[in-house]
């Protein structure tokens, strides 16, 4: 009997000790980002094997039921799954890594549509937004460079704030515009995203081609790039709030380099108001000083004749950029609100060049019923800017002014720009009074100003009803509205441009109006078939107007007024139309593996003539997820084929249809251009195959496509006959083709708990080919200028650059004449120079995680491409840059010591011996007016250090018992250096403008700057 208790009291104490061991306890924690340290929302923990799971909160924190011998598994769309064993600690932290290879993540495409993206049929690419707001450029579209593949990102010269042009798998439009659609929140924007806040955007799609915007129709043949904004979606119930800070400090680096031996004057004499360096050898001696004002303490006087190696860098100062973002969320069950606001305070590294921009946005999404679903947005920014310089080699640009300064000219002098004359009276000091084509570059930075005030609003109302499980209905009216007032003063005794002054007003207004409604069909048609239809309809409304009034030759001098000017002229222009869209999309999948879509679109564009205004284009596109259909183990985590063809059209600008008359000065002008009723839209077909695949457990990842895409029957104006009456007549025409590969290669190389590294490579190459303009034309002058035909030519490169060039016999050797200097083609479209495209571009992002710390670097490559630098030409003539030193007592023995590279010859044929001087040879080649564009191409290959942050992030724990979420520091920097650079003088991606015909010559443009600061990020 005792036995027997004894037995019994031993298994109940087993059992005792058991339920002990397996004792459930409560573990909490917090989840992080590795990229920043903010605390992840929604992300799901669960107790492996059970159904035993829950999510954190906004802040992060999480707390959820185990017992020691279970494993929790943290998972997150976007960021690699962590199995963690929850062993004797009651409090687990977890940092989730970013992976690239969740290809079930739901990413927004065309029409603001979200679908899985391994279900796309076309390559598409998101874009980190995390470090567009710490290493942030004024221009939020500068920070794409170097991150997606294909994309080639170039800007304007004229400050801060400048324009930017984003090109993707090439240019192809020969009378419009090469550049995406830009989509924030479903707004088709009239214009990009150059003033957006980064602070606002929580995503960013990249749709390289046609491909993948067909839907979108005549706007997306050259691929479009979807934003979404915040939405207050996935914060806490109630307010929380984000601010944040970022500061930047930006200098000029890679000025020209200009010499130091020699100053004003010619043949080796010096003149005090010579405009040139070729001058005696500076030796300290007391010379002449210029001024041209009275009262100046060196007025008649002498200064010592000596290089002024900084009069140049003196110029420029430290540019600044100043962001300060509130972000405000304020959430509900049925509603989420965001409230944004930025100001952004910046300087350009030319004095009087500031911007200040004020960006409200507010969005609020609401379930107002079960089935009912509304979103509204409105977002207002206002950019003020104090000056926005000019570009190009024009008379008002002031780099141009500075850069030409001869190298004795004293800083202090140039200034003192300005004084009062004898007659009470503003004028400009310099030098050489008068001089055409001359001028004090700090006279112009504050007597020649440009300031513009522009405003913009994005407007948006969206209702979503589900009419029953599978059917919904979706209607949205978007607008872009923009309005851009400016002036534009030129003070009296402004050289060439305004000697007796001249003043401009301009006032513009736009918008652009969309509106769609959307039939949305979703059914599964079995356990393994799924289909998705959706029809919709848009209509576009487009309207812009300006204004403009001009006049110069002021009765009272410096009097900025319109009644003050002789002869002011006004100016009034308007453009209008209308798009009428329908449109579909099918969607039919197999085992959420195979996927086949459709799409189709008609358009009804009031631009084109009424035979011809209704135009169809279709798309289809097929992707197979093969390892969702085959088990190919551990070593290949995931394969996808895909393949797409699209056709998208286009049509024409406003107006083109009749031949337009104007008035000026009161008389009737009748436009030079002829119209064409015959117009046909233009097209695009498109075809692109690829793969996406990961291995290994995806810390492989290996993205591939190739493209082909001509672009044909495009409308442009074509030169007639001068005895016809008419300059030009609107036709269509034109074969344009693009074809080439992109690569997108990631690797996790380590991935431990307290440390990652990952690598991610993008690369892509683009072929251009011209294969048709127009009937009559087998080549076609774009746009010229004093050193370059920009021409398009049968079996040519779109952006084929003509100069003057050498003379060349038979066997291709440079003929001299008596002199020993080169012979030079009689015109522009002699030689075949440049070309502007380069033969590939690629980017290398290294990203590393140290618990709370982590450290980015992006590398960005461009390779070929090649300009004329317009610059040089001129500063060589000038004798200012370094390498005019060598041979100014002759020397200089063409295809010897200078063009070595070339075999030269007389004109009988015999070898060249002849010895030049440096100031005869550049006065052959060099200059404004007849300069010899291929004695000044250069190469645009370049590598540099596009960005580099260093971020850390306060742990939780420091937090815990504060009012604070999150904090996150970073340093920053964006072009901190060039690793090579084959241009040399100038900075290969600054352009004088963001037109497609300004591409293949570089004129005075502003060097390249680099950015350092920090950035400040907080949660509450």
Not at 321 to 335: D, H, M, P, R, Y
């Amino acid at each position: 009997m005792n036995s027997k208790l004894n037995y019994f009291f031993f298994i109940g104490a087993l059992f005792l000790c058991l339920g002990s061991y397996a004792q459930e306890k409560t573990i909490t924690g917090t989840v992080t980002a590795a990229a920043d340290g903010t605390p992840l929302p929604g992300v799901n923990v669960l107790v492996q094997g059970t159904t035993n799971g829950t999510q954190t909160d906004f802040d992060g924190n999480y707390a959820i039921d185990a017992t020691e011998a279970d494993i929790l598994v943290f998972s997150y769309i976007g960021t690699k799954s962590q199995s963690i064993n929850v062993g004797a600690s009651s409090t687990i932290d977890v940092i989730l890594v970013e992976d690239a290879s969740q290809l079930d993540e739901v990413v927004v495409t065309a029409l603001g549509l979200e679908r899985q993206e391994k279900s796309l049929t076309y390559a598409n690419q998101q874009v980190d937004t995390d470090e567009l707001t710490k290493a942030r450029s004024v221009n939020v579209l500068e920070g794409l460079s170097g991150k997606v593949a294909g994309v080639s990102v170039t800007r304007s010269s004229s400050g801060v704030g400048s324009p930017v042009k984003v090109v993707m798998r090439g240019n192809r439009s020969i009378g419009g515009s090469s550049q995406p659609l830009y989509v924030v929140d479903g707004i088709l924007l009239d214009g990009d995203i150059n003033n957006i806040s980064p602070d606002d955007i929580q995503e960013i799609s990249v749709l390289r081609g046609a491909n993948a915007a067909a839907l979108y129709g005549s706007r997306a043949a050259n691929g479009a790039i979807i934003i979404t904004t915040k939405s207050g979606k996935g914060a806490r119930e109630g307010v929380s709030a984000t601010l944040g800070f970022a500061s930047t400090i930006t200098s000029a680096i890679h000025l020209l380099d200009f010499q130091n031996e020699y100053g004003q004057g010619a043949a080796g004499t010096y003149s005090p108001t010579a405009t040139t360096s070729w001058g005696p050898r500076f030796d300290g001696s007391q010379v002449a000083h210029w001024s041209n004002d009275p009262n100046y303490p060196s007025f008649g006087g002498t200064y010592a004749y000596e290089a002024q190696p900084d009069n140049v860098k003196d110029f420029f100062r430290l540019g600044h950029e100043l962001a300060t973002n509130l972000g405000v969320n304020i959430n509900s069950e049925k509603s989420n609100v965001f409230l944004g606001y930025t100001f952004t305070d910046a300087g350009g590294i030319v004095p009087g060049n500031d911007l200040k921009r004020h960006s409200i946005s507010a969005r609020i999404n609401s379930n107002v019923t079960e089935k009912l679903e509304v979103d509204a947005k409105l977002n207002y920014i206002r950019d003020d800017f104090s000056n926005v310089l000019s570009v190009g080699e024009g008379f008002d640009n002031p780099v141009r002014y500075l850069y030409t300064i001869p190298r004795n000219i004293r800083t202090e002098d140039f200034e003192h720009y300005q004084f009062i004359n004898d007659e009470g009276k503003l004028r400009q000091h310099y030098f050489l009074p008068q001089f055409n084509g001359g001028g004090n570059p700090y006279w112009t930075i504050n007597n020649v100003t440009r300031p513009r005030l522009d405003e913009r609003v994005l407007a948006m109302l969206s209702l979503k009803y589900d009419i029953t499980d599978d059917l919904t209905i979706f209607a949205r009216s978007a607008m872009d509205r923009s309005s851009r007032s400016e002036e534009q003063f030129w003070y009296n005794d402004t050289y060439t441009v305004a000697q007796f002054g001249q003043y401009t007003k301009r006032a513009s207004n736009s918008y652009d109006w969309n509106t769609d409604v959307l039939l949305t069909y979703n059914k599964d048609l079995s356990e393994d078939f799924k289909i998705g239809l959706n029809a919709g309809a848009n209509q576009r409304v487009f309207k812009s107007n300006e204004l403009t009034g001009s006049g110069n030759n002021f009765t009272i001098e410096n009097f900025f007024a319109l009644s003050n000017t002789q002869n002011p002229l006004a100016t009034e222009l308007l453009d209008r139309f209308e798009v009428q869209s329908i449109y579909g999309l099918g969607e039919f999948s197999y085992k959420n593996a195979i996927f086949l879509n459709l799409t189709a679109r008609n358009d009804w564009s009031s631009t084109l003539p009424a035979n011809n205004r209704s135009y169809f284009y279709p798309s289809v596109g097929l992707t197979a997820v093969i390892s969702d259909l085959v088990d190919f183990g551990s070593g290949l985590s995931f394969l996808k084929l895909r393949a797409n063809w699209a056709e998208v059209g286009n049509d024409t600008g406003s107006f083109r249809l009749s031949r337009r008359a104007d008035i000026r000065f009161g008389t009737l002008d009748i436009n030079p251009t002829q119209p064409n009723p015959d117009l046909r839209p233009e097209s695009t077909q498109s075809l692109e195959l690829g793969f996406d695949s990961r291995f290994f457990d995806n810390r492989l990842r290996f993205d591939f496509t190739y493209y082909k895409a001509n672009t044909f029957d495009q409308i442009f104006s074509t030169p007639t006959p001068v005895a016809s009456g008419i300059a030009n007549v609107f036709q269509n025409g034109g074969d344009i083709q693009n074809r080439g590969v992109e690569v997108v290669l990631g690797a996790t190389i380590v991935n431990t708990d307290n440390f990652s590294w990952d690598l991610d490579l993008n690369f892509a190459t683009n072929q251009n080919e011209v294969l048709e303009i127009a009937e009559g034309f087998d080549r076609l002058t774009v746009n010229s200028d004093f050193i370059r035909d920009y021409v398009l030519e049968v079996g040519g490169e779109y952006g084929d650059i003509y100069s003057r060039g050498f003379e060349r016999d038979d066997q291709g050797r440079v003929i001299v004449d008596d002199l020993g200097l080169p012979l030079i083609t009689p015109g522009r479209d002699a030689v075949k120079i440049a070309n502007f495209n380069p033969d590939w571009l690629g980017g290398i992002r290294n990203s590393f995680r140290y618990k709370n710390f982590n450290f980015s670097t992006l590398i960005d490559i461009r390779q070929g491409g090649s300009v004329t630098s317009f610059s040089e030409a001129i500063l060589a003539r000038d004798g200012v840059l370094d390498y005019t030193r060598e041979g100014r007592d002759g020397g200089l023995v063409f295809g010897e010591n200078i063009f070595s590279g070339e075999t030269a010859v007389r004109e009988d044929g015999s070898p060249n011996t002849i010895s030049v001087s440096a100031e005869d040879y550049y006065n052959r080649v060099g200059g404004r007016n007849t300069p010899v564009g291929e004695a000044f191409v250069r190469d645009l290959s370049n590598i540099r250090l596009r960005e580099m942050v260093l971020g850390y992030s306060l742990p939780q724990n420091m937090l815990s018992n504060t009012f604070l979420t999150s904090a996150n520091f970073s340093l920053v920097g964006r072009n901190l250096f060039f690793i090579t650079n084959k241009a040399e003088n100038f900075d290969p991606e600054i352009v004088n403008s963001v037109s497609n015909d300004s591409e293949g010559r570089e004129a005075f443009a502003l060097p390249t700057s680099r950015s350092v600061g920090v950035s400040i990020n907080f949660g509450f």
